[in-house]
């Protein structure tokens, strides 16, 4: 009986430190001109149970489309998508509450910025009609500075509907080990990678490689593997998913393969990337009139066979992201208005509708981070 008294209080504790592990935040980013969003929402999540509870909303931020949350977690940083008066904005924020203070906003130098990245040195934002990538700094407290350089492709390629004229730069991700950066152009079919000079004063980004995919495809989202040696390229306009492997600041093509089935006649708009926690499975979203999800599973070589692809259960599904734990994958719907959350058996990858939903205005990015 004494054994069992003492062992309570320890039990107690795992207890209380396992529900304290479960809990996230949840950043969602908005178009708030639409009317039906006040900004960027914070929401607690349990990745035990996909119970989520409204924490904070950061207001008067004009569509923060993307956000992205600093690495020691006490600041974020989101587009303002709005044309030629597009800005990147900057906030301090409080992981415990939620809350979320603006610090300021700088021009993005290019219209409608779409994707931005952050380290402690610098901020990173892809302007997607501008054609540009934007390069800020930041201060000790956060705040934004610069900008230290402004990078402006060129070229066009093949898309019948006008939208490969010009270059149009949709993401920027850091490569796992830190070194370069990875930039996406629709307009152009290119995959450019820059050298990463982190504290240089105007010479962040150094053109080291590029590389095309095929004619028309529209490259959007990119993601690697964990141990870094494999990149996932999901292209906008075709559906098509490149797989590379990754050394060094090179890129050589491994497999290509597609989310769109063979007998899809509808409008494809290929949206969003990524890998479970475990590397075991890969997803894709397309939007346009398929508003579907596609399962692949991730063999040893790093190649994918495709699994299944399932309706989303909404309109629009842009952004996507899977909890830390790997329990939950969640999908943005920008046109339904909501996020609606699947559970991921995680022998099999396949998912099932756990029929919860966060009703909010048009949804388009999703962020996970520690709540401490």
Same mark, same amino acid.
């Given at each position: 009986? &004494? ?10 504790? !795992? ?5 304290? +592990? ?5 950043? !969602? ?10 900004? !960027? ?7 035990? %149970? ?9 207001? @008067? ?9 600093? &690495?020691? @977690? ?72 610069? =900008?230290?350089?402004?990078? &402006? ?22 490569? =796992? ?36 995919? &095929? ?31 990754? $050394? ?7 497999? $290509? ?7 899809? +006649? ?22 346009? %009139?398929? @508003? ?24 629009? =599904? ?17 046109? %339904? ?36």
């Amino acid at each position: 009986m &004494k054994r069992v008294l003492y062992l309570l209080p320890l039990l107690l504790w !795992i207890m209380e430190t396992q529900a304290q +592990t479960a809990d996230y935040n949840l950043l !969602i980013g908005t178009y708030t001109n639409t009317g039906k969003s006040e900004g !960027i929402y914070v929401y607690d999540f349990n990745t035990q %149970t996909a119970a989520f509870r409204a924490k904070c909303i950061g207001k @008067n931020v004009t569509n923060p489309s993307y956000l992205t949350v600093s &690495k020691d @977690n006490h600041f974020v940083y989101s587009v303002n998508e709005d044309g030629e008066n597009s800005t990147i904005s900057a906030f301090s924020f409080d992981p415990v509450t939620g809350t979320l203070d603006f610090l300021n906003k700088l021009d993005s130098k290019g219209a409608d910025p779409c994707y931005v990245i952050s380290d402690q040195i610098n901020v990173i934002a892809a302007n997607y009609s501008g054609g540009s990538i934007v390069v800020l700094g930041r201060d000790t407290s956060g705040a934004l500075t610069g =900008p230290k350089q402004v990078i &402006k492709h060129s070229g066009s390629s093949i898309d019948p509907k006008g939208r490969q004229k010009s270059p149009h730069v949709h993401m920027v991700k850091f490569t =796992p080990d830190g070194k370069y950066v990875l930039s996406n152009d629709l307009g152009t079919d290119k995959v450019y990678l820059y050298k990463y000079h982190a504290n240089s004063v105007d010479n962040v980004l150094e053109l080291s490689d590029s590389i095309a995919v &095929k004619a028309g495809s529209g490259p959007r989202h990119l993601t690697f593997s964990k141990n870094g040696k494999f990149a996932y390229l999901l292209q906008e306009i075709n559906g098509d998913v490149t797989v590379f492997n990754y $050394q060094d600041g090179h890129l050589k093509v491994l497999q $290509q393969t597609n989310i769109v089935p063979d007998d899809f +006649t509808g409008e494809s708009g290929a949206a969003d990337i990524h890998l479970t926690p475990n590397g075991k499975f890969l997803y894709a979203t397309n939007r346009g %009139t398929a @508003n579907s999800i596609t399962r692949f599973a991730v063999q040893n070589d790093g190649t994918l066979v495709k699994k299944s692809s399932i309706p989303t259960a909404g309109k629009g =599904p842009r952004n996507f992201t899977i909890d830390p734990s790997g329990n939950y994958l969640l999908v943005a719907h920008q046109y %339904t208005n909501n996020v609606v959350i699947f559970k991921i058996n995680k022998e099999t990858g396949a998912l099932s509708d756990t029929h919860k939903r966060i009703e909010l205005g048009a949804p388009v990015c999703l962020v996970f981070t520690a709540n401490k």
